[in-house]
């Protein structure tokens, strides 16, 4: 299956402000063609990526001095075109909103290619067009990739590609689990397994306020605004990569030892509407959890079910299969009246995820 690798890179300072100048470059042609899509638009055209790039390549390029710097390669452009078409198309079809301004330091992303020929990468060394090699800090697989992309988070840059990879599946421990997701315990599982919620952004709160507050009270456009800019981003990015890593050792737990997999199909944008807990739920990720086992399930040979949207898991008895009308976020328990049954709330929504397999 072709799946994607990301790694951070090792890199001078000569080649940090190479990457910046690609960066740049990047969001300059994509600024410069949504611009351009809303002036042809409002005149009653109708754009599209092919012409947009056509005319920038034959009237802008040309004009534009910079652009054409040594050590810069140009494959930019098209692909900052191509990232313009893909978040229109996107918006046409109701899958996203409407494309916005790119602004400095805040996504800063580009992609290159090899002019058409396979890309070799492996090691802890990789080669760029036009950039040069560049240090990686952990090791590569050796594959052949068609483009990069490289990215900036906080201060630092990453190397990402898709390559083709082989997964020989391998016997399970179980052969169904049911997976209860929530705030106070992120996880249940019908075997009777529980994690906690880490609490990732609510541990770091108090450092975030603080680093907050110093960028506050510095001078704008100031080089002491810009580092403490940077220490802010770096705590955000540690942030998430503490709660990505956690998320990662449960998916990879979830997938190695259990065949089948149920989990709720959560309308997370519409919890994330109540004010007092978007915080908390943001911080779990469920969004992220199910994108991680949804990749995983096909690396390891699992088969992953989703439950309806409407099943109530929670309130229905795994015992006797009676339904309760009424159920609060503080009635930790479940008791069934019907049958006298009582169970942890978590633990019962598990059990009852788990039989959706069967049926």
């Known amino acids: 299956m072709l799946l994607s690798i990301k790694t951070k890179l090792k890199l001078n300072k000569r080649q940090k402000v190479l990457m910046a100048k690609h960066a740049g470059l990047a969001r300059y042609t994509f600024n410069w063609g949504l611009a351009a899509w809303d002036d042809l638009y409002k005149a009653g055209l109708k754009p599209n990526k092919y012409l947009l790039k056509k005319f920038f390549n034959n009237h802008v390029k040309p004009e534009c001095v910079w652009i054409k710097e040594k050590g810069v390669c140009q494959k930019v452009t098209q692909y900052a075109f191509d990232n313009l078409g893909h978040a229109f198309d ?33 090691g802890t060394s990789v080669k760029l067009p036009t950039i040069g090699w560049v240090k990686t800090y952990e090791g590569l697989p050796h594959v052949t990739t068609s483009k990069l992309t490289i990215s900036r988070t906080a201060d630092d840059w990453f190397i990402a590609f898709a390559s083709l990879q082989e997964h020989i599946p391998e016997p399970k421990k179980y052969e169904v689990v049911g997976c209860d997701v929530g705030v106070k315990t992120l996880l249940t599982l019908s075997t009777g397994v529980t994690i906690p919620n880490p609490k990732h952004y609510r541990k770091e709160l108090a450092k975030l306020k603080l680093l907050s507050k110093q960028l506050a009270r510095k001078k704008k456009g100031s080089k002491n605004r810009f580092k403490a800019r940077m220490k802010l981003a770096k705590h955000h990015a540690r942030i998430a990569n503490l709660r990505k890593d956690t998320l990662h050792k449960v998916t990879n737990y979830l997938c190695k030892n259990h065949a089948m997999i149920v989990i709720e199909d959560l ?93």
């Open 90 to 122: 996107r918006y046409f079809q109701k899958l996203g909103e409407y494309p916005k301004f790119k602004k400095k330091f805040k996504d800063d992303s580009f992609t290159i290619d090899a002019g058409g020929k396979p890309l070799a990468v492996g």
């Open 267 to 359: 309308n997370v944008k519409g919890m994330m509407a109540n004010h007092k807990l978007a915080s908390a739920i943001a911080d779990c990720g469920f969004h992220e959890f199910k994108r991680q086992l949804t990749y995983k399930s096909e690396k390891f040979g699992n088969q992953l079910i989703r439950s309806d949207r409407w099943f109530a898991s929670s309130k229905t008895c795994s015992n006797c299969g009676c339904k309760k009308e009424k159920l609060t976020l503080s009635d930790r328990i479940f008791e069934c009246f019907d049958c006298n049954f009582s169970l942890d709330r978590d633990l019962n929504a598990a059990i009852n995820l788990s039989r959706l397999a069967k049926a």
